[in-house]
Structures are given as structure tokens and as C-alpha cells.
């Protein structure tokens, strides 16, 4: 077999050239291609005779995961059956395109990787194939993956179609890959991306916003952390652990104030300590950080909305019947009690969903 090598410039090519090297994949042709991390194999995932030879030529075992690689996110839902888990969900919004790649259930009782890489050539031979690619790293089985075009030369000219040499890759190590299930999020290889990144962004982060960040929001802060902690049958301080983190800012808030003592009372005849919160203002990288934003008033829904309106479908009322929460600073005991009440019974009524 002759293996014609096709060489692009990534920040200059002409797509057009990978017209015959995407009809190569769709009639069952290998093709090693670059991505951001290493350099893959693309098969026609449809094409058994494809898929054997592959395996073959990387001296695989038949049972090998193949990763099947997208140029668009919204390709995830073709290849699962069930909903996409919220904190998969949350991975792909943050992270692809680039060096993830994601194991979900297939919906079949099995497992389905997926990795949309963030390498223009890669994604343009995917577009142009037209078919369910799949692309283990360009290397024999046990051996390092190939960095640089040379090293897929000298492992597979002769044994694969096309080596399209796009230059080096940019990180230089693999993907890092992780497998989701519900709301568990396991590191299986931690490559590119560090696995505490992997872990902070698939928190479920739920913030409450009121003005001052004293009284309202800190207050809805204790009780959903003592709430949840309940509803899972572990401890406020495993919440974390358990990928919840619960926090809360005020708009016009100062840094490092502590909760007004009304509220400390009212919380500790909650059986709740809320001594050691300090006030934190509310900022863009909070709101952009945060899945579920509650404020207690309108104007603080209104705020955040004004702010990044690209939030507006994850900001609500804390309460689900469109009431007013006021701010009891100032107010007697009877004042404080009534808010911490009223806040408890939205936030029971809110809880189910988490």
C-alpha cells in the first residue's frame, strides 16, 4: 500500500484538499490526522472491515474503546440515548473543544467516549467525511502516542492511507479522559487538563444574591447546605465532596463582613452556626461560575440580568411564587425569624431538584 502524506499549514490550508481524504475514511480508508494533543487514526466507525484494520495495523485488542471524535457539541446527543448528565453537560460547555474526552452510558448497557478536539484540521476531515468517526491515538499499541507527523511516518507508511503532517501538536501529551455516570465524575487519565480543573468545573455551584450579604442570602446559604446535607445522609463539610458547592454574595456587599447578630440568633435556634461567614460582593466570574442563581427580590434578579444577560436562564426568585424576600436588617427578633422561615419553606420547596 502506498500512503500518500498531505501536508498543511493549520493556520493556512485550503479545505478542499481533504475532499478525497474524507471520502477515504467514508470507504473504509485510514487516515492519521493531527489534534491539539497527539496525532489519531480516523476509521469509519460503520465500517467493520475499517474498524478490523485498524485494530490490526495498531496491534489493538478487539475489545479497545474507540473514541469517537465530533466537530460540533451538539453531535453528542446522535451517539447517547438518554439525556446528557448535567455534570457531563457542564464539562462540554467548558472544556470542548479541546483535550476532554468524555465516557458516557450508551444507553445500551455500554460505554461510548466522545472528544470533540480543538484542532481545525481535525474537525474539518471529520465535517468532510461525513460518516461516525473513531480515532485511537496514532501509535502501536504500548507505545508512546506520536507528537509530530515523523513519528506516524515511521510506525505506519505503507499500513494506512493518508498521514496528513499538520505540523506539531500544540500540548503535546494526551486527553484527558473521563468517565461520567449520574453525578459521578471520575479522572480515568489525567492528561492535558489537570484533574482539579476537571473536578471545579463539574460542581454544581448554586449561589444566593441578595444586597448586603449579611442577613438574606447567607441565611439561604446555611439552610440549602444544611437541607442538602440531609438529603444526602452526609455531613455540610462532605457537600464538596459530593460535587455541591453552595455559596452567596450581595450585590452592593462589601468583602469580610460577618452576618448581622439577628441573623446569628435566628440561626443557631435553627441548630444552624453561621458565625464564621463573611460577606462577599457579587461579581461576573460568580455569576459565570454559578448553574443556579437565586435572589430574593426582582431587583436583585434584575441586577444579575443587567450584568451578563447571557445568565438569564439560570437566575430566579428563591421563592416559586414570585415573592418579595425583604430585607429584615433593622428589624426585632420576630423580623429576622419570619425571613429565615420564609427563606427555609422557598428553599424546601426548591431542594427536590438538586
Known sequence: METR????DPE???????????????????????????????????????????????????????????????SVKKY????????????INKLWPGPLTIVLSAG????????YPNNEIACDLIKTSGVTVVAPSANLSGEPPAYEANSVIKAFN????????????????????????????????????????VYDFSYTTVLFICTGNTCRSPIAEA????????????????????????????TSAGAGVPPVEGVVKT?????????KHQSQPLTPSLIDEADYIYG???????????????????????????????????GSMDTYKECANTIKKCIEQRIDKF
Open 296 to 330: 430574593m427580590t426582582d431587583s436583585h434578579i434584575d441586577i444579575v440580568k443587567e450584568w451578563m444577560p447571557e445568565a438569564e436562564d439560570k437566575v430566579f426568585l428563591l421563592s416559586p411564587n414570585s415573592e418579595q424576600i425583604e430585607d429584615p436588617i433593622g
Open 158 to 197: 505503507g499500513k494506512i492511507d493518508y498521514i496528513i503532517d499538520g505540523g506539531p501538536t500544540r500540548h503535546r501529551t494526551s486527553s484527558t479522559v473521563v468517565r461520567i455516570i449520574g453525578d459521578n465524575v471520575e479522572v480515568l487519565r489525567e492528561g492535558a487538563i489537570p484533574k482539579s480543573v
Open 80 to 91: 447517547i440515548n438518554n439525556t446528557i448528565p448535567n455534570k457531563a453537560q457542564k464539562l
Open 108 to 115: 445500551d448497557g455500554g460505554s461510548i467516549g466522545l472528544r
Open 223 to 250: 439552610i440549602f447546605k444544611n437541607l442538602l446535607a440531609k438529603k444526602y445522609g452526609i455531613s455540610e463539610d462532605e457537600l464538596e465532596a459530593k460535587g455541591f458547592r453552595i455559596i452567596s454574595s450581595g
Open 12 to 74: 493556512n490550508y485550503d479545505t478542499n484538499l481533504l475532499t478525497p481524504v474524507g471520502k477515504c475514511i467514508r470507504d473504509g480508508g485510514l487516515v492519521a490526522f493531527p489534534t491539539e494533543t497527539v496525532y489519531g487514526i480516523a476509521a469509519n466507525r460503520d465500517n467493520p472491515d475499517a474498524i478490523a484494520k485498524l485494530l490490526s495495523v495498531r496491534n489493538s485488542p478487539q475489545e479497545k474503546l474507540l473514541t469517537i471524535h465530533i466537530a460540533d457539541s451538539n
Open 5 to 8: 502524506i498531505l501536508k498543511l
Open 267 to 275: 440561626m443557631e435556634e435553627m441548630g444552624i452556626n453561621i458565625e
